[in-house]
């Protein structure tokens, strides 16, 4: 599967919305698994979340983030990701104009059940 980014960037540019300077986002792949979603971000916006049972990446393309996540704040730069665990609460604003992929995975539905080795010991959630 394959995307051409900055071409699907350019569409979203060209909405009229996005000249209101208004969040644009497109549904790169949409499963009962997985979604990936690419999202223009102007600066200066804020998104209230509550995640309920995927585990969620965000990896940023273009621009900064900033996450609060309980009482810590984390900024990612382009090139930066972070991971969220079902269930966490969280705000993330754009510092600067920002272009991001958001994939979300269902763990309940998904058939890989996930697993962290340690000293040649597997552990299974």
Known sequence: MNFDIPTLLETLKKESSWTKKELRSMVLLKSPVKNIVLTLLPA??????????????????????????????????????????????????SLEESVFLLTSENMVQSSQTPKFSLNNITFTF
Do not use: P
């Not at 996450?67 to 090139?79: Q, Y």
């Open 44 to 93: 200066g916006i804020e998104i209230n979340s509550i995640q309920l049972n995927d585990t969620i990446m965000y990896k940023v393309l273009e621009g900064r983030l900033k996450f609060r996540i309980r009482n810590e704040l984390v900024i990612l730069d382009k090139g930066e990701q972070i991971m969220l665990n079902e269930r966490t609460k969280y705000q993330v604003e």
